[in-house]
């Protein structure tokens, strides 16, 4: 209960530590997301702020040569006009300093007693050229529409009580700048000034001008600026003259309050270079952030399995000495009894004595065995493993490790099949290590065969390489189980293996051995049938070594077809 409520521990600190992960990663995302929105919405703001500011600008060059205008007093000006035909001086510096603007091209005065849409009517009209007003009775409609609305709405503010201003100015939208001139003393209108306001200089001198100077071009600024008249639907100015007018991409419109009513000033916001730098800077971001992640989540995940493994292995290692103590106490016991009998003189006889003389003999060769594998294993975990290759014939080799325990063999029960199809070929190998791997992949055969007990020797060699198969007929091994059986340790679940006494380091021991020999093992099986087992070594003499590893890939084909399974 304790080892699964410890499993169940860790499995809950892995579960929290991916969802802190997760959390912290979304917080981040959502962050550069909300990052990116607020500068993309910032430089759209600051787009609109330059519209405001061109705002700005052309009313202050509209209105800045009326500047002081509401400080004169007026109520002398209608005498003034009435004696003389002429403004005194305040007003008349006034009317020199809009002379010179280019933004007007006329300026015509009309008393509150004369109505300039009656034809022939005398009105007054500024020389240029003396800078004095004339009488005059031809005039353009705009006058009669401009003193018009000013009229009226001059009215207005005059019943306002409130109202201490000595002048109503009113724009007839683009057209004409008109001030209603009022005797505060009296309350009551003295006349009207009309300016003409020339739209062409407006737009092209002064508009114009503005917007290249505060808007590049659509595709270094990512926006388009039109000047539009909705009246005429016309476009007077733009930033870029190759985008047309379109209100479906209009996303802000400026309207100028008080004056050039029919015009606007619209912007599109396209895809701007700043986006796509803001865009360019998150997806980078984002990478970053995502290798981060995946760098801690697989960090994380290794730590979680790295500390599974090692309590696997100590559990493992924990079986295997209780396992070792327990097999290691067996044959010890057995020749101990067996000796205490001789010893105490209880058995006499020739027949039992060498009995008791072979169950000593041969657990003292198991003791043997399981010794030497432990301090086979014990050297290579130490990396004391010492490699004395010598050129060996393997063929040599095989037939003396297997007229050395053909006894114990067929104590077995096995039947031995040798296949050597290279008897001259050398190899550069240590003897003992090429025993041992003999030893182990054997006694791996005659653990795990059930049922055929025959073992298959074969040697078979290419230009390069010789191969030694140790083929049985028994139990295989299932696919899954193929990558992790030179682990050490590792043994397969299976029914027979409950049975088989092992402590799964022999295939461990092998592959080792095999690696610093300088060769290398694959292994074939199938579930039911039995289990191949090729080592390859390298000939001391080889005649094309670049070609190995094609060879290899080839060869593993013959060898498949040269030891099928019986059955």
Request: charged share 25%; proline share 3%; aromatic share 8%.
């Amino acid at each position: 209960m304790k080892i699964l409520r410890n499993k169940a521990l860790r499995w809950v600190l892995l579960m929290i530590g991916l969802g802190a992960i997760i959390a912290l990663t979304g917080m981040n995302v959502f962050s550069l997301y909300n990052l990116r929105d607020q500068m993309i919405e910032g430089e759209g703001e600051r787009r609109i702020d330059q519209v405001d500011e061109i705002h700005h600008l052309i009313r202050n060059e509209l209105n800045s040569p009326f500047s002081g205008f509401h400080k004169i007093e007026l109520e002398p000006i209608e005498a003034s006009i009435r004696e003389t035909g002429q403004f005194p001086p305040k007003i008349k510096e006034v009317l020199l300093r809009v002379s010179q603007s280019k933004l007007y091209n006329e300026i015509y005065y009309t008393p509150e007693d004369v109505d300039p849409c009656d034809s022939e009517t005398m009105i007054y009209i500024y020389d240029y050229e003396t800078n004095l007003m004339k009488r005059t009775d031809s005039y353009p409609e705009t006058v009669c529409d401009g003193v018009g609305i000013v009229r009226t709405k001059t009215k207005i503010q005059l019943n306002d009580l409130n109202y201490r201003w000595n002048n109503n100015i009113e724009f007839d939208s683009h057209r004409s700048l008109n001030v209603g001139l009022i005797n505060l003393t009296e309350s009551k209108i003295i006349g009207y000034l009309t300016f003409l306001i020339d739209d062409e200089v407006v737009v092209n001198e002064l508009i114009d001008p503005l917007i290249e100077d505060f808007f590049s071009p659509s595709e270094e600024s990512g926006v388009v600026v039109w000047l539009y008249n909705w009246i005429s639907n016309e476009t007077l100015a733009t930033n870029d003259p190759s985008v047309e007018y379109d209100r479906s991409l209009v996303d802000y419109v400026h309207r100028f309050p008080s004056y050039f009513n029919n015009w606007t000033i619209s912007l599109a916001f396209l895809q701007s270079p700043i986006a796509n730098v803001y865009n360019a800077t998150l997806v980078k971001n984002l990478v970053v952030l995502g290798v981060a992640v995946l760098f801690l989540v697989g960090a994380l995940i290794f730590m979680f399995v790295t500390a599974q493994r090692e309590r696997n292995l100590a559990q493992l290692q924990a079986n295997f000495l209780a396992n070792v103590t327990h097999e290691l106490k067996t044959p010890l016991a057995v020749m101990q009894a067996a000796g205490e009998n001789i010893s105490d003189g209880r058995v006499t006889e020739n027949d039992r004595l060498k009995q008791y003389g072979k169950h000593i003999y041969d657990e003292s060769i198991r003791l043997r065995r399981m010794i030497e594998k432990l301090l086979d294993v014990a050297r290579v975990d130490s990396g004391e493993v010492m490699i004395k290759a010598a050129p060996h014939r393997m063929h040599d080799l095989l037939k003396k490790f297997l007229t050395e325990n053909q006894e114990y063999l067929e104590s077995k029960g096995f039947t031995v099949k040798l296949d050597s199809r290279d008897k001259s070929s050398l190899v550069m190998i240590d003897e003992d290590s090429f025993e041992t791997i003999l030893n182990n992949l054997t006694d791996n055969a005659i653990k795990y065969s059930n049922g055929v007990k025959l073992i298959h020797y074969s040697l078979n060699s290419d230009k390069n390489d010789i191969y030694l198969s140790v083929q049985d007929q028994g139990i295989g091994i299932p696919k899954k189980d193929l990558r992790s059986i030179f682990n050490k340790f590792f043994r397969v679940e299976d029914s027979l293996k409950a049975k088989t006494k092992g402590h799964g380091l022999g295939l461990s021991i092998v592959k080792n051995l095999v690696d610093l020999n300088g060769g290398e093992i694959i292994v074939k099986s199938v579930l039911g049938k039995g289990t191949t087992f090729t080592v390859i070594f390298p000939k001391l003499i080889r005649e094309d070594y670049p070609q190995r590893h094609n060879k290899v890939g080839q060869t593993g084909k013959n060898i498949n077809k040269s030891t099928e399974y019986a059955g």
